[in-house]
């Protein structure tokens, strides 16, 4: 069993920051890729940032620049730095993971979602 949980949510004004967390836990073997999604109201999920094991990253383009994923294997967690949030960035966001798991068994994982919300 493995589980996502993620932390750092919350209201913030435009121009500010947030930094958001995710941390696997359960019987992991090893973790491949992790990201970052998320759902805005009546829209649906879409990619934000992604990280390898190895540390290469990709962006949305609407968050390149602004946005910055980081990973810390030691710690089998995710984090994404947001910086100059705009109102559009509001939505929940969902961490995602591929894990190998005991067993040998290689599955993708999503936390329970966290909200941003970009408002004055």
């Known amino acids: 069993q493995v589980q996502l949980v993620e932390s750092g949510g919350g209201l913030v004004q435009p121009g500010g920051s947030l930094r958001l967390s995710c941390a696997a836990s359960?019987?992991?073997?090893?973790?491949?890729?992790m990201g970052w999604y998320r759902q805005a109201p009546g829209k649906q999920r879409e990619l934000v940032a992604v990280?390898?094991?190895?540390?290469?990253?990709n962006y949305a383009d609407s968050v390149k620049g602004r946005f910055t994923i980081s990973r810390d294997n030691t710690k089998n967690t995710v984090y994404l730095q947001m910086n100059s949030l705009k109102p559009e960035d509001t939505a929940v966001y969902y961490c995602?993971?591929?894990?190998?798991?005991?067993?040998?068994?290689?599955?993708?994982?999503w936390g329970q979602g966290t909200q941003v919300t970009v408002s004055s």
């Open positions: 359960g019987s992991i073997i090893s973790i491949n890729v």
């Open positions: 990280i390898t094991s190895r540390g290469s990253t």
């Open positions: 995602n993971a591929g894990v190998l798991a005991s067993g040998s068994y290689y599955g993708t994982y």
